[in-house]
C-alpha cells in the first residue's frame, strides 16, 4: 500500500466510523482542541495543553508528551501511563512537574542531557534514549529522531545530537514529535507517518515556510504545527503553515494557546 492510497484508507475509515472530531477552529480551541484518530487497535485521542505539551490518549495507555508547568492543569486526563521529554528547556522539561505526574507505574523516557539533571529519585525510574536508539512502551515502538539547528547562527540552541524527537509505532498508526528542530534531513526523509507534531518559531527552531516545506516532503496523514509562538516576532502563523502545506496533509490546529 502506498502512503498516499494508507492516507486516503485511513481518512475513510476514520470518517466513516465517526472516529475523527471535526469542529470549526474556534469550536475546538474552546473545547481543548481534542481530535480522535482511528487505529487499527483503538482510537487514539489528541488533547493540546499548551505550546509544546500535549496528552495523547492511546489503547496502549495515557502518555503525556513534555509536560510542564503547573500539573493541575492535566487533572482532566487520565494519569500518564508513559511519559516523553525530549530537551531539557524550561518550556520542555519541568522536574517537579514531571515528579507530580509520576505513578507507580508510570514509564518516563528522556534524553541522555535531561537524565544527567534529573532528581535521584527521577533518574532511577528513568529510560534514557539518545539519536538513533530504540525502546518500548508495550507493544509500541519508540524510536528517538534527531532534533538540532541547522541555520548558522541557531546552532547553539539545539545542537546536533542532544536533543530528541519520537516517532511512536503504534501498529498501523505511527505518530511522530518533532521536539525543537528545524526542517533537518531526518525529518525530511521520515515516511509512513500518520499524525505528526512540528514545531515552529523563531530564533529557536523554523519558521512556517521550513516546517511546510518538510510536511510537504515527508508527507504525513495529519499534522499539528505546535511550538509556534517565539520572541522578537518570531511567533509563526498556523494559518499561513497550512495554506502552504496545502494538500500534502489534512492540518489540525488544536487551540494550543486557547486561541478562537
Known amino acids: 500500500m502506498t502512503h498516499q492510497t494508507r492516507r486516503h484508507f485511513l481518512a475513510v475509515t476514520a470518517a466513516t466510523a465517526g472516529a475523527i472530531t471535526v469542529l470549526p477552529y474556534a469550536a475546538r480551541a474552546q473545547e481543548g482542541g481534542s481530535d480522535t484518530f482511528q487505529t487499527g487497535s483503538g482510537q487514539i485521542t489528541v ?6 505539551s500535549f496528552v495523547m490518549e492511546t489503547p496502549a495507555g495515557t502518555i503525556h508528551v513534555d509536560p510542564v508547568g503547573d500539573a493541575a492543569r492535566y487533572g482532566d486526563f487520565p494519569a500518564p501511563d508513559l511519559i516523553l521529554v525530549t530537551h531539557e528547556h524550561g518550556d520542555h522539561y519541568n522536574a517537579e512537574t514531571l515528579a507530580a505526574l509520576m505513578g507507580e507505574g508510570t514509564q518516563l523516557i528522556v534524553n541522555p542531557a535531561v537524565h544527567e539533571m534529573l532528581p535521584e529519585d527521577l533518574a532511577s525510574r528513568a529510560e534514557a534514549i539518545g539519536n538513533g536508539e530504540s525502546t518500548s512502551f508495550g507493544d509500541v515502538t519508540i524510536d528517538a529522531i534527531p532534533a538540532y539547528n541547522i541555520t548558522e547562527g541557531r546552532e547553539q540552541f539545539h545542537p546536533e545530537g542532544r536533543d530528541n ?4 509505532g503504534f501498529d498501523d498508526f505511527r505518530v511522530y514529535v518533532s521536539g525543537d528542530t528545524e526542517d533537518i534531513p531526518e525529518m525530511r526523509a521520515l515516511e509512513n507517518i500518520d499524525l505528526a507534531f512540528v514545531c515552529m518559531n523563531l ?7 521550513q516546517a511546510a516545506s518538510a510536511v510537504q516532503e515527508f508527507a504525513p496523514t495529519y499534522v499539528y ?9 518570531g511567533t509563526q502563523d498556523p494559518e499561513e503553515f497550512a495554506e502552504l502545506v496545502g494538500d500534502a496533509a489534512e492540518v489540525k490546529m488544536g487551540g494550543w494557546y486557547g486561541e478562537g
Open 165 to 168: 524527537g519520537y516517532v511512536l
Open 225 to 233: 504545527p505546535y511550538h509556534y509562538r517565539g520572541r522578537d516576532g
Open 203 to 209: 530564533p529557536f527552531t523554523m519558521d512556517a515556510q
Open 47 to 52: 488533547h493540546p495543553i499548551d505550546h509544546a
